[in-house]
């Protein structure tokens, strides 16, 4: 069946996880995705054997870094410090319809005339797109910036956490470089239906700092509107106890999200057999509850800590619960989660080198040209000769002058 993006051809030079990734989503929707390494090293992220403290080799010599970003793509090592590299690339851009970078700090892509002006000259319709750090204007413009940068300025250290800590926390689960990938991915989509629809290619750009903000959006319009922030969530201040995790008999956590508490709040009480709170003026409505929140939750808590997790999850299943609520899971969990894995949010996959494994799906669905991975990550290179060969007509002559003159690995 057909893809959604099949027929599109994108051209990646990028490295690490918040451009690169944006690839990988482009190549689950069916695009030709061409990655860009230098011939020797490659993508950083090939040389990356920790993150975050934590070792990230797989068998064969595989990185976690390098595979999470890359699946659906073609490697081609081309070195774009030589004359003939470049040309190489421009006639790739003929034949493109997106080209994108992260490479952007202090005029590299003017330097090796990888620039928009340049490359625009190849293909007027081109699509090109830049996934900077902290934007193309301002003082930081060509600082380095990662993750945890994101994370930083931001706001969202902040905005994590528990109210009663004095301390910033960070995840190392990478939050703000996956929705700057992800930024670039919809902003590219946006810009091939201008160019469908208005004939026209053109330069687009997003940043890390900027999907990280707008990842926030509630939280920084909430502050700019009323010139207050929220303030960080505290269990024991939770001002709606229907709004709040607790801890279970066994260690483990039980997550309550329900803002329409006073419509959910006498069968809530009733499956925790607090019956006696329905009627109490002092719990009966939320303002009521906002202003009596220690008493309230810890005697909601007290009694969720009674029994084990699930064994309320299935209580509260078999009375018909109907206010939202949730385990709270670790990746383990989540690996495991029937809903993920009913709705191919997580898929099995049989990688050529590690095997039958579990991996992150496409979350989008489409009936009539559905999405899915296509590929793993490439080796470096693996794909050098197929492009050269069947993309732009080379013969093996060619490419043989090409890498004694040191343009292709």
Known sequence: MPKPLDGIRVIEWAAFHNGPAAGY??????????KLEEPVKGDPSRGMTQMFGES?????GRLVGFELANRNKKSVAVNLKSEQGRQLVYKLVEKAD??????????????LKMDYETLRRYNP???????????????????????????ARSGLMWAVGDRDSDEPYQTVA???????????????????????RQGIGQQLE?????????????????????????ARHSRERARNPMANHYRCSDGKWLMLAEPQSDRFWGQFCQMLGLGKMIEDPRYATALARRDNYTECNAAVA?????????EWLRHFKQEGAE?????????????????????????????????????????????????????EAPELGQHTEEVLLDLLGMSWEDIATLKEQGAIG
Do not use: W
Request: net charge negative; proline share 6%.
């Open 98 to 111: 997106v080209f994108y970078t992260n490479y952007y700090r202090n005029g590299i892509l003017q330097e």
């Open 56 to 60: 990230v080799m797989l068998p064969g």
């Open 323 to 375: 206010f939202a609520h949730s385990p709270i899971y670790d990746y383990h969990d989540v690996a495991e989660d029937p809903q993920a894995l009913d709705n191919d949010y997580v898929v099995d996959f049989n990688h050529p080198a590690l095997g039958p494994v579990k991996v992150v799906g496409c979350p989008a669905k489409f009936s009539q040209t559905p999405a899915g991975i296509q590929c």
């Open 206 to 230: 997003v940043s890390l700092l900027g999907s990280a903000i707008h990842m926030q959006g509630i939280g920084v319009n909430m502050n700019l509107l009323r010139h207050r922030s929220y």
């Open 25 to 34: 989503m482009l190549g689950d929707l069916g695009a030709e995705v061409i």
């Open 125 to 151: 319709r081109l699509i090109y797109a830049i996934n900077s750090g902290y934007g193309l204007e301002g003082p930081l413009k060509d600082d380095r910036a990662f993750d945890t940068i994101g994370q």
């Open 174 to 196: 990478a939050p703000c470089d996956q929705v700057g990938a992800t930024m670039l991915a919809y902003s590219i989509l946006a810009a091939l239906v201008a160019r469908e």
């Open 302 to 310: 007290q009694v969720l800590a009674t029994r084990p997790r699930d």
